[in-house]
């Protein structure tokens, strides 16, 4: 749908033209004119009724963008009243371009994660000691940047208001030629940082479900006295002293929650060009079930295993998020909406240093970011 205001303004310039050519003959035509003007609209009413009956809504391209609200790359672009990282820009180009079209025969058990086995769990970082909150962030093999700026900020401290806090990232098998060169890199880095899960699924964007489920599992298997786990993206901004301080609020319960920013009637995209696009075969449905906002989702510890178990019985799709959602639907669960609901935020448009003393979380356009916010948060002086 191109720009309304171009294609009225447009329309009433040819108008104005054709009517004041009319206008100097007889007022026969001016009649006619306004006939045939008629018959026009009518017509194009016709056309864009039959259009958008036998297309899905969603392929056009306004309400793709309100379709997945605020997922990361492609939600950036769209709302002018935030800045957009480059990062963001490229991401979106080459997701429209080339759309990855999940394959439809998926197995039913893909997302089931026991068929997974570890590589490297770091089995022993839960034995002897017994963390408050257990962050997993899932990231790519390759992005050693992202860890170091996470390990610099919001990992640093493992006491955080006075609870024991623990960051984990979890990867699959990167699909390059290089995959043994990588591997070798990984050793090394799980041997300097003892922070890294990997699983040997193949570590892509459509597979991102199996990602999650097996970070469901590993905490389910390797970390069940936890009191709370979060999935948080490895582009956040987490406020993790404000996390802590809201799981500890009285009221606060300690079994079958979920919490972060609520999704309700998401709308299932089924337009092909779609970054989200998902099959009917895969999910039938036309909007998802309430869900948390991929890029960071809290919960109870019992939980993991309750979303592993389901899980056989869900078929998998590509959506994260929403497949958590399911997992929560068919348990006969409801994410519940955090105390503060304005501290889940998505975009930001600025760095403000009292804004970010009070949130939970916050998007970024890159590590560089993280490590500039973070360390300007923790200087010393009253930040607002
Ligand atoms: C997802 O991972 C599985 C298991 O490693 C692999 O067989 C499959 O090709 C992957 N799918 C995609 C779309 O990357
Ligand atoms: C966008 O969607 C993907 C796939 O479901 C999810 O992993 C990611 O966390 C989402 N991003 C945000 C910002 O929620
Ligand atoms: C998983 O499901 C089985 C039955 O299907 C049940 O007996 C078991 O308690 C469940 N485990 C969890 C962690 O919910």
């Given at each position: 749908m191109g720009d309304p205001e171009t294609l009225s303004g447009g329309n009433g310039l040819k108008r104005q033209l054709v009517e004041s050519l009319f206008r100097q003959k007889k007022p026969v035509f001016h009649v006619w004119f306004q006939f045939l003007l008629l018959m026009c609209l009518a017509l194009v009413v016709l056309c864009y009724t039959l259009f958008t009956s036998s297309l899905p809504w969603e392929s056009f391209s306004l309400s793709e963008h309100y379709g997945r609200l605020l997922n990361q790359t492609n939600q950036a672009h769209l709302l002018p009243a935030y800045r957009v990282h480059p990062k963001h820009k490229v991401k979106l180009s080459e997701t429209t371009k080339s759309p990855t079209v999940p394959p439809t025969g998926t197995q039913y058990h893909q997302a089931y994660a026991p068929n997974y086995h570890f590589i490297m769990d770091n089995t022993e970082v839960c034995k002897n000691k017994t963390p408050f909150l257990v962050l997993l962030v899932p990231v790519a093999p390759n992005n050693v940047a992202a860890r170091d700026a996470i390990r610099q900020t919001w990992a640093k401290n493992s006491l955080v208001q006075g609870e024991i806090v623990l960051t984990l990232f979890m990867l699959g098998l990167s699909g390059g030629a290089d995959v043994e060169q990588v591997q070798e890199k990984l050793k090394l880095e799980n041997l300097q940082h003892h922070d890294l899960i990997q699983s040997n699924f193949m570590d892509t964007y459509l597979n991102l479900t199996i990602k999650t489920m097996v970070i469901m599992d590993w905490l389910a298997t390797h970390c069940p006295t936890a009191a709370y786990a979060m999935k948080v993206d490895s582009d956040m901004f987490l406020n993790i002293d404000n996390l802590v301080i809201m799981l500890k609020k009285p009221g606060i319960p300690k079994l079958n929650y979920l919490t972060g920013m609520l999704m309700w009637n998401r709308p299932v995209l089924r337009s092909k060009n779609s970054k989200w696009y998902v099959p009917k075969e895969l999910f039938p449905d036309p909007t998802y079930p309430t869900y948390t906002l991929g890029m960071g989702y809290i919960f109870s510890s019992d939980l993991p295993g309750k979303f592993v178990n389901v899980s056989k019985s869900i078929t998998p799709f590509n959506i994260e998020d929403a497949y958590i959602g399911m997992c929560m639907k068919k348990l006969g669960l409801a994410p519940k909406s955090p105390p503060?609901?304005?501290?889940?935020?998505?975009?930001?448009?600025r760095y403000d240093r009292c804004e970010y003393s009070k949130i939970i979380t916050y998007i970024l356009g890159s590590s560089e970011e993280l490590v500039k916010y973070w360390t300007d948060l923790k200087k010393p002086g009253p930040p607002c």
């Open positions: 503060d609901p304005s501290q889940f935020k998505a975009y930001n448009s």
